[in-house]
């Protein structure tokens, strides 16, 4: 079956103690919603969930995007998790604030997509994370992803899960996931016309920022 699909997901509770009865999972979400629809397809593929770990997030990028079933067509990566800054030292003496998500282990900079730069020529990548959207520009050009997506603010969980939710809806109802082949203005034209539509309110609400690879 064609995995096209991979979601890297943190814990969604603020407090450490409430971690363990806090249910909420985006991924649970996205992949009930999908498979539901898998019927009114000829060619089925499957999701994968995974925990979002800074130790391991690289690995199991590096080893969904060389699948065999994603050595052709393009291959979405959802990054899950709350949005946050961190100080990132170059040497003893110099170092700077970074954006960066809240992994289950410790925060991931979104410097650390810049060394997957050879691997996502044919991923869109989501950053389901406040704030990240900010960085769109910077974070294709220094990834060369075929497209990053993010929220340029802070977000209710409720209302960035809705956006992603219908997102990937489109994409299953444009065959995104079953191309054989990179067609970089299918995403592009989804999310434009998403944006002159019913879904107008929401992304300028949410502030959703896109940047693809020309």
Same mark, same amino acid.
């Given at each position: 079956?064609?995995?096209?699909?991979?979601?890297?997901?943190?814990h969604?509770?603020?407090?450490?103690?409430? +971690?363990?009865?806090?249910?909420?999972?985006?991924?649970?979400?996205?992949?009930?919603?999908?498979?539901?629809?898998?019927?009114?397809?000829?060619?089925?593929?499957?999701?994968?969930?995974?925990?979002?770990?800074a130790?391991?997030?690289?690995?199991?990028?590096?080893?969904?995007?060389?699948?065999?079933?994603? +050595?052709?067509?393009?291959?979405?990566?959802?990054?899950?998790?709350?949005?946050?800054?961190?100080?990132?030292?170059?040497?003893?003496?110099f170092?700077?604030?970074?954006?960066c998500?809240?992994?289950?282990?410790?925060?991931?900079?979104?410097?650390?997509?810049?060394?997957?730069?050879?691997?996502?020529?044919?991923s869109?990548?989501?950053?389901?994370?406040?704030?990240?959207?900010?960085?769109?520009?910077?974070?294709?050009f220094?990834?060369?992803?075929?497209?990053?997506?993010?929220?340029? !603010?802070?977000?209710?969980?409720?209302?960035?899960?809705?956006?992603?939710?219908?997102?990937?809806?489109?994409?299953?109802?444009?065959?995104?996931?079953?191309?054989? +082949?990179?067609?970089?203005?299918?995403?592009?034209?989804?999310?434009?016309?998403?944006?002159?539509? +019913?879904?107008?309110?929401?992304? !300028?609400?949410?502030?959703?920022?896109?940047?693809?690879?020309?």
């Open positions: 079956m064609n995995q096209k699909l991979l979601i890297l997901e943190s969604w509770s603020v407090r450490k103690k409430e +971690r363990i009865t806090d249910g909420r999972s985006t991924g649970i979400i996205y992949k009930t919603a999908l498979q539901s629809l898998m019927s009114t397809t000829k060619q089925p593929y499957s999701i994968l969930t995974r925990p979002l770990l130790s391991t997030f690289a690995d199991d990028i590096e080893q969904f995007v060389n699948l065999p079933s994603n +050595r052709k067509g393009m291959n979405v990566i959802i990054i899950s998790g709350h949005g946050d800054i961190m100080f990132e030292s170059y040497d003893e003496d170092g700077e604030m970074k954006k998500v809240q992994a289950y282990d410790e925060k991931v900079s979104t410097t650390c997509f810049e060394e997957l730069y050879a691997d996502l020529t044919r869109i990548v989501i950053f389901d994370a406040c704030d990240i959207g900010t960085e769109v520009n910077r974070l294709q220094y990834s060369n992803a075929l497209m990053v997506i993010g929220f340029a !603010k802070a977000v209710a969980w409720c209302d960035s899960t809705l956006f992603v939710l219908s997102l990937l809806m489109e994409f299953h109802f444009r065959k995104v996931f079953q191309s054989k +082949r990179i067609n970089r203005y299918t995403p592009l034209f989804i999310l434009n016309t998403m944006r002159a539509g +019913r879904y107008k309110s929401l992304i !300028k609400s949410l502030k959703v920022r896109w940047k693809f690879n020309k």
